[in-house]
């Protein structure tokens, strides 16, 4: 894989992955889908919320990586979370 690809997240391989945990927060619903990258998974989902009537998206991807799917998935529960009560609806910009 060469370094763009890695840093930019081409592959495809998230758009592919089944969500491993979802949850309703504040009116958005948080999608969990960890991406793996040699054997480690890292914090990877997408923030969905409908504002005046349009469903709005928000890639949620951090740079924290994780021995165990599960715990990545948790991990980015929390973190999209927190992006929420940070940031309010001007996450979806």
Same mark, same amino acid.
Request: hydrophobic share 35%; net charge neutral.
């Given at each position: ?13 998230? %758009?592919?992955?089944?969500?491993? %945990?979802?949850?309703?927060? /504040? @009116? ?5 889908? *960890?991406?793996? +990258? +040699?054997?480690?998974?890292? &914090?990877?989902?997408?923030?969905? /919320?409908? &504002? ?6 928000? /890639?949620?991807?951090?740079a924290?990586?994780? *021995? @165990?799917?599960?715990?990545? %998935?948790?991990?980015t &529960? #929390? /973190?999209?979370?927190?992006a &929420? ?7 979806? #910009?």
């Amino acid at each position: 894989m060469s370094f763009f690809r890695s840093l930019f997240g081409g592959g495809g391989k998230a %758009a592919e992955q089944k969500p491993l %945990a979802e949850e309703t927060y /504040k @009116d958005c619903h948080i999608t969990a889908t *960890p991406s793996e +990258n +040699n054997g480690h998974f890292q &914090i990877a989902g997408l923030i969905v /919320k409908e &504002i005046d009537g349009e469903r709005r998206e928000h /890639k949620l991807l951090r740079a924290d990586y994780f *021995p @165990d799917k599960a715990q990545a %998935a948790e991990a980015t &529960i #929390r /973190k999209a979370k927190q992006a &929420i009560d940070q940031l309010g609806d001007t996450l979806f #910009r």
